[in-house]
């Protein structure tokens, strides 16, 4: 099937570390996608990690690939307020080539002052 | 380096009206996409051109749903009839394109910010 699955919500307190998970059914998947979406605004790409590939890390993003589970996480270190807002796991497929995404449903986080 | 443009922001219309939508991708980029995201949920593309030519309208209801991209460049999509359930936003996207034998070639997609449609 093409599901691509997320909670749906998470609450976190400024400062704590937040972790959103994600699971993709493709194993095929060659990349795969963490977009942040403000209310109001378009999909702003956070980061992405290939296939190959089991953790990325940038600044305060951490990614974490399990390509057997077919689990992907996101964590975001010291969580501001700012990181308020929803955020979606997409997978792109080798078999398409031709840049397609498959979204999850996204997951509100809320941060807490 | 101006990003994705779409209008109108916001439309709202009746049942059965037709409704245009305008996107007018970052200069240079081959790859144009169409999204719905129907609210709580993720985009779901309609469609996608590579320059003036569909690579995949699978998800698009052709029955009420057309796009076009003539010249490449900047691209419509319009709804004709409107029903109920059409009622969501509208994303618009756009990249460098799809490399000739770049299997599983990365093809960052640049999201505009959208058009909320509203079929009352």
């Known amino acids: 099937g093409e599901d691509v699955e997320q909670s749906l919500f998470l609450s976190v307190r400024e400062g704590d570390s937040s972790v959103i998970n994600c699971t993709y059914t493709?194993?095929?998947?060659?990349?795969l996608y963490w977009y942040k979406q403000e209310p109001g605004a378009g999909l702003q790409l956070l980061t992405y990690?290939?296939?190959?590939?089991d953790m990325k890390q940038d600044q305060r993003l951490t990614v974490l690939l399990n390509k057997k589970d077919k689990h992907l996480s996101l964590r975001i270190a010291d969580t501001q307020t700012g990181d308020s807002a929803i955020y979606f796991c997409?997978?792109?497929?080798?078999?398409?080539?031709?840049?397609?995404?498959?979204f999850g449903q996204g997951t509100t986080l809320q941060v807490k002052p | 380096e101006a990003g994705v443009a779409q209008s109108p922001r916001y439309k709202i219309i009746e049942k059965r009206q037709s409704v245009a939508f305008w996107c007018n991708p970052i200069?240079?980029?081959?790859?144009l996409y169409w999204y719905q995201q129907i609210l709580g949920q993720g985009p779901k593309l309609l469609i996608q051109?590579?320059?003036?030519?569909?690579?995949?309208d699978s998800q698009l209801p052709k029955d009420r749903f057309s796009a076009e991209r003539l010249k490449g460049v900047d691209s419509t999509l319009k709804i004709q009839p409107a029903k109920l359930e059409d009622s969501a936003v509208y994303l618009c996207?756009?990249?460098?394109?799809?490399?000739?034998?770049?299997?599983?070639?990365?093809?960052?997609?640049?999201f505009g910010p959208g058009t909320r449609l509203t079929v009352l």
């Open positions: 493709d194993s095929s998947s060659t990349y």
């Open positions: 200069s240079g980029h081959a790859t």
């Open positions: 996207a756009s990249s460098l394109g799809i490399l000739a034998g770049g299997r599983g070639t990365y093809n960052e997609q640049f």
């Open positions: 990690i290939f296939s190959n590939m």
């Open positions: 051109f590579q320059n003036n030519g569909v690579v995949d």
């Open positions: 997409a997978e792109s497929r080798d078999s398409s080539n031709t840049g397609k995404l498959i």
